[in-house]
């Protein structure tokens, strides 16, 4: 116990005061006796004392043992009904031991809720909103929730956590948080959930591995009970092990033995099966990612295989593995196209990819450096319908531009179906496109637009395409209708082109159904018979009578014939449509190529000896495109440039057959193409650099160390990663340096799924380097089965000097450490002087006489006059 | 008015037994007379009183009443109410390196306490506050409490940090402290020195600071770290920030373990970095430490830049950020058994790599009972099966269970090497006298580092799932290979590639984290083992430390955030007696500030100067009123005992 004072200072009048008090003692005048002066001034001296420490701020010390507990309880996930039942038994039995004792109760998972100054009903009952309604991450921070515990304990009390927990954190370091707080952990084990459960807990495979190198695959299957199951191993769709295995209780570790020859990202996936008893069945798989280096290879998607195998072939002869598909094969995400360094479609048409191949396309070369090839044909650029596609964005030509004059005219219809089935995106989609090809026309061309319905309704007369924006002003206003019936309208169609004098008459017809019937076969013969073409799109009708009508439309018309489940992909139809129509975009005379622009990709072959090309597409060259060969007629036959951090070309004639049969046997073709095809390709991940990725709950940990080609470090360069999450959402990142050669920083993973990072490394005495990575981010940990973690609440419990598994009345014992109490004394010091005032004041007006003497002396008795 | 403690107005009960006190006739005065004739006359003519006639000297009494009146109004501590309710307040205190500055005579952090303390006095009555000091993280240095010395005490015990400031925690836990309380208001005492732009939006938020823009040179990284190819080389980088609008100079002084290593002088344009990276090669580690001297300061600034005082020069407002530390790790030794029937050349190989601890053996050990930890080396003979764990094959002279010897090829056209590893780094065989190669039939297939003209392997890698392997089947004893320089080279290659690199700690941590520092014991760690961790000031405090169950003597120390920018060392094994500071044992810790956020003084946004809401209490001069009732009530005494002691009242 000790005394202290606020402004000790102040003590120091006392010295005066004191001094003061004395003399006038001395030099007084009253007639009491001496010793009730004395005891009068000692009186007001211990006043003039108490009021002066209480100006002073006088406090006792006190050392205080006397616990404040806070009940921290987990209500995350991973508390089944048994935890929660457990917890509230122990608050219960506690609540009924805790007597005087002050306490507080916070639950908490990914936050924490306020703190109780009296025992919640059932644990869950205070638990922090975001948790009860089940949107916060599924996360368990004991950190955050024990430094919030040790704040809410109010001074002078010694602060004691119990925290009742199954001791799996998934985020944050409570030991941490247990070193740095003063407070005593008291850590209560909650029961694990006690039904059958089998899950597959962690799939482990090595980051990055060589080509061909093996590797093994581990895979964690964590059970509360023994069982038997089939664990399945697949790679990308396929499965390429499988195994019967016995599960015992606890973790179980199957091992696969692996590798990978031509994947640059490979996809493993785990998977459990044929369990007797299980409750969860979506935890039962897993995945993970395995990066390899080695020879850049290239993707070369093409409608009809067979026919590029000449081109395939050179290319292995050079020593660039090719994988040839079909366009079925094109990958339809971001890790399937990491495996490559340059993606070539030769002779793909829009309407065969989807939106998301595009997108997924585009971001791979913008973003990652990905190389993008397009080769020519009946089915490329214009022609295959990439006007305004992201396909068409990434290209160094452009198919929209203005008709030559010596191309035929040409009269379209289209009959849009505006019954009521094509309300909503149909319709919407079927206006743009109409205005699409509106924009493709050439000034000379003429265009009408006619709608049906179970009427026909002529929304825009045969005109020449030159008055755009009043043609498209009147298809905006098309509005969905009732019925269905096409016939009529077709037979408008006719009667307009028929009274044209066009050199080329083109109908479009798009419908969803056709619900009256009509003489459509006929009337396509005879359209076809005056020399009218009639293509047909069928939007996503169910009915296959309709679907063989409207395709026997088409080839009666010799048209073409689209069947179109997605009404996105009716635009791209409609320009495909129109720039075949109009026959503006392929060049079918036979040419030789003429070198633009000298360049040394191409500087050791001998261009003046390459023999002819027999046709191209014809198109235009976008404004910063390097065109380094064109046809005889100026268009560009090969054009390159460079798109985000990807090249990007087109070759506008083929590498086929049709147009490219001199050429397959020209001495040059394959050195030709395998020069063209590495300038565009991603430059190989360098060996100098080294990307790793550290997983930290939502968190990961990236680090990039980089070596100049001598082995020293590499240092003061400008580093900085793309993150691509698995919504293809993209976020550039700097990595500042933080050791020689060294640079890093920590990027939040909020999804789960793939995400995709591409680091990159500029300096000025270096080419800038690259390296990728793919990482898989995904159950969170809280929906792991596991037992409650002892061990690590046993930790907890010593290093912060509370107990483990405490009986829920011991809780409240005194505290084996102290702390300081301070109790003010002011109120006590002024109470008490104002109560010494009293004998003061009685000091000064009662003479006691009987044990003292006074100053007059005993003469005064006998002639003293007594006055009041 | 309001009294806080309202029952002590209960000892205004004590007028009553003093206005007894001079109401009842209980002192007669004596006064000597020479004749009592006369008296006798004045008695015989006074009337006789009442009661409450007898009441006498109201004066005195009056004195005594005014003097119960203040000590009783003390008691009851008043406090004047202007309209503000009780209110909730959570004072956050900006601990970070930046208030350590010089500022105003004193340190950014006096000037922010000195705030505190005034606010503290100034809270209204019945309101609750709490203290917490932040820089990278959030300490509650007192909770919720009304007793408003404990709240001062506590801002009175906040020590500076030298980590970075960043409050955003502090800000959450304040909000967690105030919980639903409408009225509760938290007030944040800075300089305003981090990167933190959405700390306007909070509602209940009140930033103060007083700071202007100082100038400051400091040092924002410090990181050593070896080649992890070449781990007897490492290098240290060191970045030095001027963060100023003047040009500045100084000399940064480099020493390792003491010794002086380098000095290079530094001229800085205003706002401008500059990172210097010093290579150092060998074996050995110590501690790097950098340090920044003569600064200086020129006055050739920006004529629109504000300047504190015109006339002086301007100086280096943070010293804490002057000078810097780096732990540099020993090149780590690997330990290397070598099975050779008696190559003296291929001996002296291993013996000359500085890494290498090299046990020979003539033949393979019995039973095989090979040493846990080490890397094998196979010369010539190869025991049928090959130990686990990463081993080196020279020259195969038998079968064993990753391969069969099919032949011998003579005289192979060596190629360029196949492939760039880190094993054939700087590693030819142009010039290279290969006689002979055997012709490995391999269980798995093997990773091809140099090949022959037809692809026959000269260095290829196995990768086992119990270690790697890698072979280099020449004959050693008809080739020259061993006599050539590239073969000490690819030696050294393959050890370190085949020892790898342990995610090592770093060499220095910035002010404010904790750190889990591996340790090794001399015995078992018991269950409540603790170390001593010894701060750069040299205080000595306990630090937990948690066992590894998988091996007894390895052990984790867990500190608590290092707040102190130095050396801190902790010695693994405790004990009761203070550890020296030459031992070997401990385990040095180095912590920086490090931050260029704490060295740029430079305030990022205007912040408010006072609090400006809810209204504060009146305190006259920072005091309560209870305090000058106190002083009012001496002042009473005195003079009352100086009137009654010279009878000027009675």
């Given amino acids: 116990m000790t005394i202290e004072f606020a402004q000790p200072s102040l003590l120091l009048l006392a010295i005066p005061a004191g001094i003061l008090l004395w003399l006038l003692y001395r030099r007084s005048l009253s007639d009491f006796p001496v010793r009730q002066r004395q005891l009068s001034l000692i009186t007001r001296s211990v006043i003039m004392l108490l009021l002066l420490c209480s100006a002073a701020g006088m406090t006792l010390l006190l050392s205080s043992t006397e616990p404040w507990i806070v009940f921290v309880t987990d209500v995350s996930r991973s508390i089944g009904t048994e935890g929660h039942t457990a917890a509230q038994e122990f608050l219960r039995t506690a609540e009924l031991a805790r007597g005087r004792r002050s306490a507080a109760w916070i639950s908490f998972a990914s936050t924490i809720s306020a703190p109780a100054l009296t025992p919640p009903a059932a644990p869950g009952s205070t638990a922090p909103a975001d948790t009860q309604t089940n949107q916060s991450p599924p996360e368990t921070n004991i950190e955050r929730a024990l430094d919030a515990a040790v704040a809410t304990v109010p001074p002078g009390f010694v602060p004691r956590v119990v925290l009742l927990t199954d001791g799996h954190q998934t985020t944050g370091d409570a030991l941490a948080a247990a070193t740095r707080n003063t407070a005593e952990i008291w850590t209560v084990p909650l029961p694990a959930p006690s039904a059958p459960e089998v899950q597959v807990s962690s799939l482990k495979a090595p980051h990055e591995v060589r080509e061909g190198e093996p590797f093994l695959i581990e895979a964690e299957i964590s059970a509360n009970h023994p069982d038997e199951g089939t664990v399945e191993l697949f790679r990308g769709e396929f499965r390429v092990a499988a195994r019967q295995t016995t599960l015992q209780p606890g973790n179980n570790v199957i091992r696969f033995e692996q590798s990978v020859e031509r994947d640059r990202v490979a996809e493993f996936r785990v998977r459990i099966s044929g369990l007797r008893q299980d409750t969860l069945l979506d935890n039962n798989s897993d995945l993970a990612l395995v990066s390899t280096s080695g020879k850049p290879r290239v993707l070369l998607v093409e409608s009809e295989p067979d026919q590029i195998q000449e081109l395939a072939f050179a290319l292995e002869e050079q020593g660039i593995p090719v994988d040839v598909r079909p366009i079925e094969g094109l990958p339809e995400s971001l890790e399937a196209l990491q495996n490559f360094e340059l993606l070539v479609l030769s002779n793909v048409p829009a309407t065969k990819i989807s939106r998301q191949q595009m997108t997924v396309i585009q971001t791979w070369v913008r973003d990652f450096g990905g190389g993008f090839l397009m080769l020519g044909g009946d089915q490329s650029f214009g022609l295959g319908g990439y006007y305004q596609t992201p396909i068409d964005e990434l290209l160094p030509v452009r198919s929209d531009f203005e008709k030559e004059q010596e191309k035929p005219s040409l009269g379209m219809v289209l009959v849009i179906d505006r019954s009521g089935s094509m309300e909503g995106e149909k319709l919407e989609m079927a206006r743009a496109a109409a205005s699409a090809a509106v924009d493709l026309l050439g000034p000379r061309d003429q265009i009408a637009v006619i709608a049906f319905d179970d009427q026909t309704w002529v929304i825009s007369e045969l005109q020449p395409a030159a008055s755009r924006s009043r043609i498209a002003d009147q298809i905006s206003r098309i509005q969905p209708g009732g019925g269905t019936n096409m016939f009529p309208a077709m037979e408008s169609a006719f009667e307009t082109l028929n009274s044209a004098s066009l050199r080329l008459k083109h109908v479009i017809m798009l419908t969803d159904g056709i619900s009256n019937s009509g003489n459509f076969e006929g009337l396509a013969r005879q359209m076809s018979a005056a020399r009218m073409t009639v293509s047909v799109v069928a939007l996503g009708p169910d009915d296959a009578t309709d679907l063989r009508l409207l395709k026997s439309i088409a080839t009666l018309g010799r048209g073409r014939f689209y069947h179109a489940e997605d009404a996105a992909q009716v635009p791209r139809i409609f320009a495909k449509e129109t720039l075949t129509a109009s026959k503006a975009a392929i060049n079918e005379e036979p040419f030789l190529p003429q070198i633009i622009r000298a360049t040394r990709t191409l500087a050791d072959i001998d261009l003046e000896s390459a023999p002819l090309l027999l046709g191209s597409v014809v198109t235009r060259p976008k404004a910063a495109a390097e065109v380094i060969l064109a046809t005889e007629k100026g268009d560009p036959l090969l054009a390159w440039w460079r798109y985000g951090l990807g090249m990007t070309g087109a070759f506008t004639s083929d590498a086929k057959n049709r147009w490219a049969a001199e050429w397959i046997s020209w001495p040059g073709f394959g050195k030709f193409w395998t020069q063209t095809m590495r300038h565009l390709m991603r430059p190989g991940g360098s060996q100098n650099l080294n990307l790793t990725v550290q997983q930290q709950g939502q968190q990961a940990v990236i680090t990039v160390n980089a070596l100049l080609p001598d082995g020293t470090f590499l240092n003061t360069a400008d580093v900085s990663i793309n993150v691509i999450n698995p919504a293809l959402q993209q976020t550039t990142i700097p990595l500042p340096q933080t050791a020689p050669g060294q640079y890093a920083a920590t990027i939040p993973l909020g999804q789960n799924g793939i995400w995709n990072l591409e680091a990159t490394l500029k300096h000025s005495e270096l080419p800038a380097l690259r390296t990728s990575r793919s990482i898989y981010e995904g159950r969170s940990d809280e929906f792991r089965l596991r037992p409650t973690n002892q061990s690590f609440l046993q930790q907890l419990a010593a290093v912060s000097g509370g107990v483990w598994n405490p009986a829920p009345a011991e809780v409240f014992q005194e505290a084996s450490r102290s702390t300081r109490r301070s109790v003010p004394l002011r109120t006590w010091l002024l109470s008490a002087a104002a109560f010494l005032l009293v004998l003061d004041v009685a000091l000064r007006r009662l003479e006691f006489r009987s044990s003292m003497t006074t100053r007059s002396s005993q003469s005064s008795q006998s002639a003293g006059i007594s006055t009041p | ?650």
């Avoid at chain 2, 010089?102 to 309101?127: F, K, M, V, Y």
């Avoid at chain 2, 050739?300 to 732990?327: C, F, G, Y």
């Avoid at chain 2, 630090?543 to 091996?551: E, F």
């Avoid at chain 2, 931050?595 to 009146?618: I, N, V």
Wanted: charged fraction near 15%.
């Fill in chain 2, 1 to 650: 008015m309001t009294f806080l403690v309202p029952t002590a107005l209960a000892l205004a009960a004590i007028a009553l037994p003093i206005t007894v006190l001079y109401i009842l006739k209980l002192r007669m005065r004596r006064v000597p007379v020479s004749s009592d004739l006369f008296w006798q006359q004045i008695f015989q003519a006074r009337p006789p009183r009442s009661f409450w006639n007898r009441f006498r000297h109201p004066l005195s009494w009056l004195t005594q009443i005014l003097i119960l009146i203040t000590i009783v109004a003390a008691a009851g501590d008043p406090r004047w109410m202007t309209g503000s309710p009780p209110h909730s307040l959570v004072l956050i205190l900006d601990v970070s390196a930046s208030m350590q500055a010089a500022e105003s005579g004193g340190q950014r952090l006096d000037l922010a306490t000195d705030q505190a303390r005034r606010i503290i006095n100034g809270l209204p009555p019945g309101s609750q506050a709490a203290v917490i000091a932040a820089d990278h993280r959030a300490e509650v240095v007192c909770g919720m409490t009304d007793h408003i010395p404990d709240l001062l005490r506590a801002v009175s015990d906040i020590q500076p940090s030298a980590a970075a400031g960043s409050p955003e925690l502090a800000i959450t836990a304040a909000a967690e402290l105030l919980g639903q309380n409408d009225s509760g208001e938290i007030i944040l005492l800075t300089d305003h020195c981090f990167e933190s732009t959405k700390l306007t939006e909070h509602p209940r938020l009140t930033i103060l600071s007083a700071a202007t823009p100082l100038p400051n040179m400091g040092i924002t990284k410090c990181q050593s770290l070896r080649n992890p190819d070449d781990p007897l080389t490492a290098e240290l980088l060191v970045a030095v920030t001027n963060s100023s609008p003047h040009t500045a100079e100084a000399e940064l002084e480099l020493r390792l373990s003491g010794t002086l290593s380098s000095v290079v002088r530094l001229k800085l344009s205003p706002n401008e970095s500059t990172t210097r990276s010093f290579p150092r090669s060998g074996p050995a580690g110590g501690i790097w430490r950098a340090e920044l001297k003569n600064i200086r300061f020129s006055r050739d600034a920006d004529p629109t830049t504000p300047e504190p005082d015109a006339d002086s020069a301007p100086t280096d407002a943070l010293t804490i950020d002057n000078s810097a530390v780096a732990v540099l790790e020993d090149a780590p030794r690997q330990q290397v058994l070598l099975v050779s029937p008696g190559s003296l050349f291929v001996q002296k190989v291993f013996e000359a790599d500085p890494l290498t601890e090299l046990t020979v053996l003539p033949q393979p050990p019995a039973n095989n009972s090979w040493p846990p930890n080490h890397i094998v080396v196979l010369h010539e003979n190869v025991p049928r099966q090959l130990p686990g764990g990463p081993v080196i094959v020279l020259d195969p002279r038998n079968d064993c269970d990753a391969w069969n010897i099919r032949s011998t090829r003579e005289n192979p056209l060596p190629a360029q090497t196949v492939e760039m590893h880190p094993i054939t780094r700087n590693f030819r065989l142009d010039d290279v006298l290969i006689p002979a190669v055997s012709e490995l039939e391999f269980q798995l297939k093997p990773r091809i580092l140099a090949a022959a003209e037809d692809g026959l392997p000269l260095c290829c890698l196995l990768q086992r799932p119990q270690g790697p392997v890698v072979v280099i089947p020449l004959h050693l004893t008809q080739s020259d290979l061993a006599f050539r320089t590239v073969f000490p080279i690819l030696m050294s290659n393959t050890l370190r590639w085949l020892a790898g690199h342990s995610d090592a700690l770093p060499s220095a941590t910035q002010a404010g984290q904790q750190v889990a520092v591996p340790l090794q014991l001399t015995a078992p760690a018991t269950p409540n083992q603790y170390s001593l961790l010894r701060s750069p000031a040299g205080t000595l405090t306990r630090i937990p430390v948690v066992p590894d169950t998988a091996a007894p003597l390895s052990a984790t120390a867990l500190t608590g955030p290092l707040r102190e920018s130095g050396l801190w060392l902790i010695e693994p094994n405790g004990g009761t007696a203070p550890p020296s500071t030459n031992s070997n044992s401990a385990v040095p810790v180095a912590v920086n500030v490090a931050a260029s956020s704490e060295t740029d003084l430079r305030p990022r946004q205007a912040s408010e100067k006072s609090p400006k809401s809810p209204p504060r209490a009146a305190a006259v001069s920072g005091r309560p009123p209870w305090f000058w009732l106190c002083l009012a009530a001496v002042l009473l005494l005195t003079s009352e005992w100086f009137l009654y002691q010279r009878r000027w009242i009675t």
